[in-house]
């Protein structure tokens, strides 16, 4: 699918414009309540979503399915971004009125990091065939680590990028409102909520390898890859405060999110051979049933522990 420049352009602005309406109604850095969260939950899912059927009028219903398939798909993985963002904010006690600040930030560079991943993997799966291969193939060893191995709890002080900042930016161990510098005895330093920000930046980066891989699968269209990457990732803040209450209802989900980037991993592999790609409807089918399977089974799970009494202790 070839776009002309003004198109980019055109989207670049609109995406702008929102991320500029939200900073603005977000400058006060109050708490979000999961009314609010759940009503711009609400707001950037009926964006993509319209942006989908734009897509449909535009460019047909191929294009259109290709482009649900991705946003799906990433809506997805972003989920268990949501865990990992839970966990930084609970290690380093983020005050709740400035998680929304990191967010944001963090949307920020998330866009631009997706950006290169997205036209760096899509011209490498252009020009050589067999890095669809490689590609796969680290698919369903991510799908194969999230599946058994998604417990694990790690550090994030332990974080490369993060111990790097504190060893050559001065750090104060302390949060200054919602600055990520201040100056402390004429010198400037960075607060312990850029550090936040760091270590949300580079957890973010490792997922971004992760999702880029999979929705290359379904597409090698960096229009339909960036676009469904961004409308996906600007709900991203609002779908953590939806959910931040709500992660330790969702025990099972990683186990469909393993399945969907497995799934992806052999339909890339599958690509470069007789097989061919597989269809749009079957890969929305599988996307859908997956997502509703693990949920369901999740909230089952989760609901017959509450229900089961607590035996009774001994006297």
Not at 57 to 82: C, P, R
Not at 101 to 116: E, H, S, T
Request: charged letters at 15%; hydrophobic letters at 60%.
């Amino acid at each position: 699918m070839s776009v002309s420049w003004w198109v980019w352009a055109l989207l670049m602005l609109a995406i702008a414009v929102m991320l500029a309406v939200d900073l603005f109604l977000h400058r006060d850095n109050h708490v979000i309540g999961f009314r609010e969260a759940a009503t711009w939950s609400g707001i950037w899912i009926a964006a993509g979503l319209l942006f989908g059927v734009l897509l449909w009028v535009w460019q047909g219903g191929d294009v259109a399915g290709t482009y649900f398939a991705g946003y799906l798909m990433e809506k997805a993985l972003s989920i268990d971004n949501v865990f990992v963002f839970a966990l930084i904010f609970t290690y380093f006690a983020v005050p709740a009125a400035y998680q929304h600040k990191v967010l944001f930030w963090g949307v920020i560079g998330a866009l631009v990091f997706r950006f290169v991943f997205i036209f760096v993997g899509a011209e490498l799966l252009d020009r050589f065939f067999w890095t669809a291969y490689l590609f796969g193939a680290f698919l369903v060893y991510t799908a194969y680590k999230m599946a058994f191995r998604h417990g694990e709890q790690t550090d994030p002080d332990r974080n490369l990028v993060v111990r790097l900042v504190r060893r050559i930016l001065p750090t104060d161990p302390a949060y200054h409102g919602d600055r990520f510098f201040v100056r402390i005895d004429g010198k400037r330093v960075a607060t312990l909520l850029f550090v936040v920000l760091i270590a949300v930046e580079t957890t973010d980066l490792i997922f971004a390898i992760d999702s880029v891989a999979a929705i290359l699968a379904i597409t090698t269209s960096t229009f339909i890859v960036w676009t469904a990457n961004a409308f996906a990732i600007l709900g991203l803040r609002s779908l953590y405060f939806c959910l931040a209450g709500l992660l330790r209802r969702f025990v099972h989900l990683h186990y469909g999110l393993a399945v969907l980037l497995a799934f992806a991993g052999v339909k890339l592999i599958l690509s470069e051979t007789p097989v061919g790609k597989l269809p749009i409807p079957v890969t929305l089918g599988v996307i859908v049933a997956t997502i509703a399977v693990s949920i369901a089974w999740s909230l089952r799970s989760t609901s017959a522990r509450s229900e089961t009494p607590e035996p009774a202790q001994r006297r």
